[in-house]
């Protein structure tokens, strides 16, 4: 479903069931696999995703990346593909980016990335791994890995879908 106030060009492919809402720019020939779910406000212009990739609210990714299945990618995050962005554009080969051949950025299957977060050109995220709201991704993360703000590299622990819903407490106002 392709919300009638979001911008999909010609150039874009949408596998079935893929959710596109309102106010999201997808073009430059992206490719969106099965039963993703694109959030208001992200701009998505080239690039390959999978099945089920969730695309945060105002994520930004242009050409250059390849996405895997079951990613998560909260709201905010910048994938970067040019790793001197100068306004001049003399060594930088866009179209190359756009046409997948080279990705800048690569993702694998179930891999999170936190809210805020932004990927440096050249770094893999491996399967299963995540990053931590608001780090910066200068380096591969292996697979099963987190990467956390302040850099350092820990297993993604076992017990992570008990340890979600902590935050989600009962009591109201504020009491500190
Ligand atoms: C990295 C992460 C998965 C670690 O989770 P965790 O292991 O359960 O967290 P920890 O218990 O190790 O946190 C330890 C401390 O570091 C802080 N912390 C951890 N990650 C942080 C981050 N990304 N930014 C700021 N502080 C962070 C915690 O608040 C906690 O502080 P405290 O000791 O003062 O209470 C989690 O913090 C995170 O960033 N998740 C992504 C959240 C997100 O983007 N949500 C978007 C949903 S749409």
């Not at 106010?23 to 694109?38: E, I, P, W």
């Not at 993604?156 to 902590?166: F, I, K, S, T």
Request: charged share 20%.
């Amino acid at each position: 479903m392709i919300h009638p106030l979001a911008f999909v060009d010609a150039s874009v492919t949408v596998g079935e069931g893929t959710v596109i809402r309102q106010f999201a720019s997808v073009t430059g020939g992206t490719v969106l696999g099965r039963d993703c779910k694109v959030s208001p406000f992200a701009m998505l212009h080239g690039s390959t995703y999978g099945d089920r990739v969730v695309i945060g609210a105002g994520v930004a990714c242009g050409p250059g990346f390849l996405v895997g299945s079951d990613v998560h990618i909260c709201p905010q995050v910048l994938l970067s593909n040019d790793a001197w962005p100068f306004a001049s554009k003399e060594g930088f080969d866009y179209g190359r980016l756009q046409s997948g051949d080279g990705y800048a950025v690569i993702i694998d299957d179930g891999a999170f990335i936190g809210a805020g977060a932004k990927i440096m050109p050249g770094v893999r995220v491996g399967r299963g791994a995540g990053i931590a709201a608001n780090a910066v991704a200068n380096r591969n993360v292996p697979a099963g890995m987190l990467l956390r703000r302040c850099g350092a590299l820990s297993p993604v622990p076992v017990d992570w879908a008990e340890r979600r819903m902590r935050f989600a407490r009962k009591e109201a106002g504020n009491t500190v």
